[in-house]
């Protein structure tokens, strides 16, 4: 309850526009089927904070519940944007699986840009480590989001993580499509979302899809189709394997 309540405070437009340099705010409380079939429950947060006319920081906090726990994840993402519809930077990000001892931490590279007023790609590529048996694991993914109209938007993701150790060996792919539903004028919106997870190779695992909604809360700039207003994605390429019981 605290943690929401600070999001909302320094969320609001009257914040964003302090002498703080916070810039936007949002927030996502919802539910995404796990490779079971089970409805997870998933809560997340980030804050956008100008440093500079050119540089900015973004604050991610975030949580999952899994069958074997929930998992609790802080990202941070240190960019630039020197010109209207450009945006990169680094990321690094640390994730823990509550009442077990199992942390695993990623950091890389990422980028936004702006195809048109609505369309907007971004990229990103990195690498991490696990200390539950000294997994190693690269990634790497791909988004597309465009404003079908004022109000909806339609964004499309593609998400690979290779794990290449001597006694486990697969490759995460993860597929998303995600319609998301704001009235003009509002800080609420709502969202529905599919996910197509697969975990190929030697200790590969079944394919399945997976369905999801909720709601979401912006303020300040943030929600637009725009590279000034759209958060950096965070994907966490050990959750799967927690999810699934590997981890």
């Known amino acids: 309850t605290g943690l929401i309540a600070f999001a ?28 079971t079939g089970d409805m997870q429950v ?9 440093i500079t006319a050119a540089h900015g920081l973004q604050g991610d906090l975030s949580f999952q519940d899994t069958s ?12 630039m944007d020197p010109v209207p519809g450009q945006k990169y930077g680094l990321f690094l990000a640390l994730s823990d699986l509550d009442g077990r001892s199992l942390t695993w931490g990623d950091f890389g590279v990422e980028g936004q840009f702006a195809l048109s007023d609505v369309t907007v790609i971004e990229g990103r590529a990195g690498l991490g480590r696990a200390d539950s048996g000294s997994l190693d694991y690269i990634f790497g993914g ?11 938007t339609l964004e499309a993701s593609l998400d690979l993580a290779e794990f290449d150790e001597a006694d486990f060996r697969t490759t995460a792919v993860d597929a998303g499509l995600r319609v998301a539903y704001t009235p003009e004028n509002s800080h609420w919106g709502l969202y529905a979302e599919v996910v197509h997870s697969d975990l190929t190779g030697r200790d590969g695992t079944p394919r399945e899809t997976r ?9 300040g700039r943030a929600g637009s189709v725009t590279t000034a207003g759209r958060p950096f994605r965070d994907y966490d390429a050990v959750a799967g394997l927690v999810r699934r019981g590997l981890r």
């Open 8 to 35: 909302l405070i320094i969320g609001t437009p009257a914040m964003a526009g302090s002498g703080l340099g916070i810039e936007g705010a949002a927030l996502s409380f919802g539910a995404l089927q796990d490779e």
């Open 42 to 50: 998933r809560f997340s947060t980030s804050v956008d904070v100008a």
């Open 68 to 79: 074997g726990g929930t998992i609790g994840r802080l990202a941070g993402h240190l960019y």
């Open 142 to 152: 791909l988004s597309l989001a465009h404003a079908i109209s004022p109000d909806i």
């Open 211 to 219: 369905i999801g909604a909720g709601v979401t809360m912006t303020f």
